[in-house]
């Protein structure tokens, strides 16, 4: 039995080791992306994707590999009973 909980705006990823990782969104909203990287990952968005793979030096001055994730293209779960 766990303590842990996940809440609707939560993350669950599955890692490349094969594990599941919880990433709550207190987490993940304190670090906003600097405008200047934003030109990839809004250009993703406004093309309608929902996951996408952002290969290095894709993005000028980067140099690494990321995923996109538009939270707002995924349905909302809903409420139990709703």
């Known amino acids: 039995m766990t303590d842990v909980q996940v809440d609707a705006d939560d993350l669950v990823i599955y890692g ?5 990782y919880l990433v709550k969104k207190s987490v993940y909203t304190q ?10 990952p809004s250009l993703l968005v406004t093309y ?4 996408a793979t952002v290969d290095p030096g894709t993005n000028p001055g980067t140099g690494c590999a990321c995923y996109v994730l538009n939270l707002s293209a995924v349905r909302k779960p809903r409420p139990i009973g709703g």
């Not at 490349?16 to 599941?20: P, S």
């Not at 309608?48 to 996951?51: A, D, E, F, R, T």
């Open 16 to 20: 490349d080791d094969g594990k599941y």
């Open 48 to 51: 309608g994707s929902v996951l």
């Open 31 to 40: 670090t906003e992306l600097p405008k200047s990287l934003q030109a990839t």
